[in-house]
């Protein structure tokens, strides 16, 4: 089965950038979709931004011209690239691909962002 493991996460001022990896390993299949997801405290998780194999990204409005998602397809690794961040961002972050029709999820990694 594949896994996920998600980096990258810190604390990090209002305004501030922070850079997220998610590798995957083991039975992979590279041609899926990768997500982003996050979730709050006492809140749904919910979905950030998706990337296809072919790099065409979907953002969520509350993240659109502020965060980048973009993959390596050799290196199996899907990146987050978050820009003006707000304390409204604070979340644990996943990421989640879809193979076989299961979804599989990260660990998370854990972005705080200070006001």
């Known amino acids: 089965q594949v896994h996920l493991v998600e980096s990258g996460g810190g604390l990090v001022q209002a305004g501030g950038s922070l850079r997220l990896s998610c590798a995957a390993s083991?039975?992979?299949?590279?041609?899926?979709?990768m997500d982003w997801y996050r979730q709050a405290p006492g809140k749904q998780r919910e979905l950030v931004a998706t990337?296809?194999?072919?790099?065409?990204?979907v953002y969520a409005d509350s993240v659109k011209g502020r965060f980048i998602i973009s993959r390596d397809n050799a290196k199996n690794t899907v990146y987050l690239q978050m820009n003006s961040l707000k304390p409204e961002d604070t979340a644990v972050y996943y990421c989640?691909?879809?193979?076989?029709?299961?979804?599989?999820w990260g660990q998370g990694t854990q972005v705080t962002v200070s006001s």
């Open positions: 989640c691909t879809r193979q076989f029709g299961v979804d599989t």
């Open positions: 083991g039975t992979f299949v590279r041609t899926n979709a």
């Open positions: 990337i296809t194999y072919t790099r065409i990204p």
